[in-house]
């Protein structure tokens, strides 16, 4: 871990409208990530991790507040600087794995890096590795619904360290495994941090998940506390 | 690309039932305008041989004041030098001298109007379909005199059988009277009824000896080299006036258009009225690509919003769909466009409608119809509806592209 700013937000708030009535999900949230870090929002359901952690993604635009993303604040950028940023600088690891039914597991491993427009041959060798620190090169021709769900959500993490993000936001990650494979897959999420660097940030009510970090946030009702 | 292109075409292969129907969706209007054309062609083509081979060839020649003469028969007294510039001419094929001339036939005690017409024997076959309408007895031979053939209606008309002869008496003011009594060696079933109860054939020396001058005729009947259709108006319209100036005042050279506008009306109404046809085909196979594309992004709201999620461009997403619709669109035009082909091609070697005999006959078409397609026309066809099915692509790509990554990826659909 370094002294270098990953994310940083500022009186971070997000408030849903609907039927005319505000909710608030997020309040006035100042919070700072440093780079290499291996951390968690913790809270019960509805506490707001989610929302921060899609506000700290630019996949949501707070009501009021800052993020920056390195040194780049988000407020600013229009839909396509914000797509640009998260392919560039964000990875993303989904509760439900999300991967692309219709590609492989190592083409979903190499999905961001053709998005980015890596070459063909360099992408292939960077996910053929991170699959094998995944343990999981022996399943790169399947398809996702051949995979278990521990399996499934290994590519996806594959697929989100593949780019070489400064940051990687994983939301309830362990959610859908079993113990078994839940542990496994944060043993390599820490093999990944420790070995490479990669700064993690999670959402889970995970106990599993939450002993593992080193950085607990709690979050209740939209407020760290 | 070769990512995208693998992509789109294992998202096609998803609902692979939906997937072809669509691409039928895109062949069939591909396919149908192929026909449609091909059909059209035929017709114009048929239309076009009927009327320039058994009446009007490409070009004819009369007198200049043939069609203001009241009176009389408007004959050309002396037709050979007519033919000597004619037959000089490198655009010609071939040609012939036709003596037309109304005059009263009877037998026993009956009589019809007709319509005389005198030919070479020999010639006649060549630029004037009498011939092959020959359906008892023979026909015209070189050399043959006081001999006939008639329409079947007439000889029904008049009682009259092969074998027997006919009473044609031929009156004009000008040529006077005339009387022969020829054999009918044979009977004609011209496509056109009204033509069955009125034509008999002659040799051209009989049919002179009716106006008494043995160099006349009514028309010079001329067929120009490699023309195969309407389409060649501008060629034929060129060579008749560069016949006419050769000819001089004196005459007169009309193009086969000039002298059938009842066939030239038809012409401006079948092909639009395919082509209106087809573009319904056309419409509809936009409409099912439009929908499949559109329900296909509908299951994948919950995914296309991963990938935006991911840090996919809006353009890029809009640029997956349009894959799809190309690879859709591109093969169904490709296979509609090659199935149409080989149809075409199949339908050019002949092709007979039984089931329409009736009605085309009547109308003086010959019931073998030989398809056919330009290059052009088969391109049009195929790009049509490519650009068709791009367009009804773009109303899905943009409500693809416009998700919200969140929202989308909470989809329950």
């Given amino acids: 871990m370094t002294n270098e700013l990953v994310v940083r937000t500022e009186r971070l708030s997000k408030s849903y409208v609907a039927d005319g009535i505000e909710t608030p999900a997020v309040r006035g949230v100042n919070l700072k990530i440093r780079a290499g870090e291996f951390a968690a929002l913790a809270g019960p359901s509805g506490s707001g991790k989610s929302t921060l952690l899609h506000l700290i993604g630019g996949l949501l635009r707070p009501t009021s507040g800052q993020v920056w993303i390195e040194q780049q604040a988000l407020g600013g950028l229009t839909p396509d600087q914000l797509a640009r940023l998260r392919l560039r600088r964000i990875g993303f690891v989904f509760q439900a794995y999300n991967l692309i039914p219709v590609l492989t597991a190592l083409e979903n491993t190499e999905f961001v890096m053709e998005l980015q427009g890596v070459p063909e041959g360099q992408r292939r060798d960077r996910a053929l590795e991170l699959l094998s620190i995944l343990e999981i090169a022996e399943y790169a021709d399947r398809f996702p619904n051949k995979l278990s769900g521990g399996e499934q959500q290994r590519v996806a993490v594959a697929r989100a360290v593949a780019a070489r993000p400064a940051l990687v936001l994983a939301d309830e990650p362990t959610a859908n495994l079993d113990s078994e494979s839940g542990q496994k897959l944060m043993d390599l999420l820490r093999r990944l941090n420790h070995e490479r660097g990669v700064t993690f940030l999670f959402a889970s009510h995970d106990p599993r998940l939450l002993n593992q970090v080193e950085r607990v946030i709690e979050l209740h009702d939209g407020v760290i506390g | ?413």
């Fill in chain 2, 1 to 413: 690309m070769r990512f995208s292109l693998r992509l789109a075409w294992r998202n096609l292969s998803r609902n692979r039932r939906r997937s072809v129907l669509t691409l039928l969706a895109v062949l069939l209007p591909v396919l149908i305008l192929d026909l449609m054309w091909g059909f059209s062609n035929a017709v114009q083509r048929n239309l076009f041989e009927s009327t320039t081979q058994l009446e009007t060839g490409h070009l004819q020649v009369h007198r200049a004041d043939y069609r203001q003469l009241q009176t009389g028969l408007p004959l050309i007294q002396n037709v050979t030098p007519v033919l000597q510039i004619i037959a000089q001419d490198p655009a010609i094929e071939r040609f012939a001298v036709r003596l037309d001339l109304p005059a009263l036939a009877a037998h026993g005690d009956r009589s019809r109007g007709v319509l005389l017409r005198g030919v070479r024997p020999g010639k006649a076959g060549q630029l004037s379909a009498l011939d092959k309408w020959v359906r008892t007895g023979r026909p015209l031979k070189a050399g043959d005199r006081k001999v006939a053939l008639a329409g079947s209606n007439l000889l029904k008309a008049l009682h009259l059988k092969v074998g027997q002869s006919v009473i044609l008496l031929s009156a004009s003011l000008r040529t006077g009277t005339g009387v022969l009594i020829p054999k009918v060696v044979g009977s004609l079933a011209p496509p056109s009824p009204q033509l069955s109860r009125s034509i008999i054939e002659l040799p051209l020396a009989d049919a002179r000896s009716l106006v008494h001058n043995p160099q006349a005729a009514s028309s010079v009947v001329v067929l120009l080299k490699d023309i195969s259709g309407p389409w060649d108006q501008s060629r034929i319209e060129r060579e008749a006036r560069s016949l006419q100036a050769k000819l001089g005042p004196d005459y007169l050279v009309e193009t086969w258009a000039e002298l059938a506008p009842a066939t030239v009306g038809l012409f401006k109404i079948i092909q639009p009225l395919y082509l209106a046809f087809s573009l319904i085909f056309f419409l509809l196979g936009g409409l099912v690509v439009l929908n499949t594309l559109y329900l296909s992004v509908l299951e994948r709201t919950r995914e296309l919003g991963v990938v935006l999620a991911l840090g996919s461009s809006r353009r890029r997403v809009l640029g997956w769909i349009e894959v799809e619709a190309v690879l859709l669109a591109g093969l169904g035009a490709l296979l509609g466009s090659a199935l149409g082909l080989a149809l075409v091609g199949w339908g050019s070697l002949g092709f007979r409608l039984p089931g329409f005999y009736a009605e085309f006959v009547s109308i003086g078409l010959n019931n073998i119809f030989y398809l056919s397609i330009s290059p052009a026309e088969a391109a049009l066809s195929a790009g049509l509806m490519f650009v068709l099915a791009l367009t009804a692509a773009a109303y899905p790509g943009w409500r693809a592209a416009r998700l919200e990554p969140v929202e989308a990826m909470h989809f329950a659909g």
